[in-house]
């Protein structure tokens, strides 16, 4: 028996109400998948275009990579993508052969402040004389058109984290796994290495927050001068 505060519901409206909520729900996973659907194409022809264009300059550093110490050429690492994925990110190689068994040993003298969730050096003893122009410019990241095209990255997104710095992630920091990584971002075009790590999750939650196809393309503008002006890279 109902209250007599109580009035009933009118079917009606009720049926009104969920035919709202599911046009609603249609839009949105229709914009969404658009706009994903877009990013992927865009993704895919970017990625084929830079390959194609920048095809000598491939050769040529692959030339003086190997010339310098005979050692291989790229270097495959794994890294983490969205949703907490594994996938072998790529990158012209710019440190010597045994960089790993190095970086052991500096981060076992933990004079370099290592305590952070990322390793980072200025003047890092283990990078190559052709290493150091590779990463100035960021042509050691050109390889990564590749995980772009076969969709592990996209070009504008977080830069991939490796998996012992994600197991040493805040659970606010977390979210920047919700997205692709990507080779360029933010942070990249506003620092790069010259930013610390919270202010690089930042960046990558603010972009995240209000990703468009319209930043995207902002973003690629601004790395441009970015990688020519060689500003924070390391």
Request: glycine share 8%.
């Amino acid at each position: 028996m109902l209250d007599r505060w109580e009035t009933p519901l009118d079917p009606r409206r009720i049926r009104a109400w969920r035919r709202r909520l599911l046009y609603k729900r249609i839009v949105w996973r229709l914009t969404f998948g658009l706009a994903s659907s877009v990013k992927r194409a865009l993704d895919v022809l970017g990625s084929a275009c830079a390959i194609l264009t920048f095809s000598p300059i491939f050769l040529a550093s692959a030339l003086l990579v190997k010339l310098e110490d005979g050692g291989p050429i790229t270097f495959r690492q794994t890294r983490i993508g969205r949703g907490g994925r594994p996938f072998k990110m790529l990158k012209f190689r710019s440190m010597v052969p045994n960089a790993e068994a190095i970086k052991a040993k500096i981060m076992a003298d933990n004079k370099h402040g290592t305590e952070g969730v990322t390793f980072k050096m200025a003047d890092d003893p283990r990078v190559t004389r052709v290493g150091r122009v590779l990463r100035k410019y960021s042509i050691d990241e050109f390889p990564q058109f590749f995980n772009v095209f076969f969709g592990e990255m996209s070009l504008v997104g977080p830069r991939p984290s490796l998996p012992q710095e994600v197991t040493r992630y805040k659970a606010w920091q977390l979210r920047r796994l919700k997205v692709k990584p990507g080779i360029t971002c933010l942070w990249q075009i506003g620092g790069r290495s010259d930013i610390d790590f919270e202010g690089q999750v930042r960046l990558d939650l603010e972009y995240i927050a209000s990703e468009s196809l319209w930043t995207d393309l902002k973003i690629l503008l601004k790395t441009v001068p970015a990688v020519i002006s060689g500003r924070g890279a390391y």
